[in-house]
């Protein structure tokens, strides 16, 4: 059986690369972006914000589109921008080099199936930092085995009262 990596790098990742120059000129992008930040806005004002500022992690962020909204938040210390298309990657990282560009998003190219992989980032007890907030946005129906995705959403997430952890566990019959 092909695993979510080899089927999403044989199929998406080429088209999404082949993209990912174009890809901010699309208006329904930028639409559903805003939409998405409006609707993670909202839910971050009533989230626990602790010392320093939110860690997000967004799987599947393109060119960054998404992050940009969100690293503008004031209780946001960081994003960790994730993509499995190296073309979307290039994007976002000269976006970022731009005057006035964000400073706290951090673009890695990897389809991200594994809570400790050792592309992420180590928090501040020098293990794989853990996320106060996970987001995916017009990504996951791309994806051909969505059970290791989300099984790293969930482990890769900061236990607080936040969100329904355990619930998406038992789901997933990791509880």
Known sequence: ?????????????SRFNAEAKSWDARPFVHEASQGA???IASKLKDAPVPEGGLQILEI?????????????????RQIVAVDAADG????????????GAPKNILPLALLLEDPEDPQ??????????KFDVIT????????PELEPVLRT???????????????????????
Request: aromatic share 4%.
């Open 88 to 99: 979307m990657i290039d994007v976002l990282k000269q976006k970022l080099e731009k005057d």
């Open 153 to 175: 959403m969930i482990l890769d997430r900061k236990r607080s009262d936040f969100t329904p952890r355990r619930r998406w566990m038992e789901l997933l019959g990791t509880a």
């Open 120 to 129: 992420l980032p180590n928090g501040d007890n020098g293990k794989k930092q």
């Open 136 to 143: 995916s946005h017009l990504v996951l129906h791309h994806i």
């Open 60 to 76: 599947g962020c393109g060119t960054g589109i998404l992050s940009f909204l969100m690293a503008v938040h004031p209780n946001v």
């Open 1 to 13: 059986m092909a695993s979510a990596v080899s089927n999403l790098h044989s199929g998406s990742n």
């Open 37 to 39: 930040a409006n609707a």
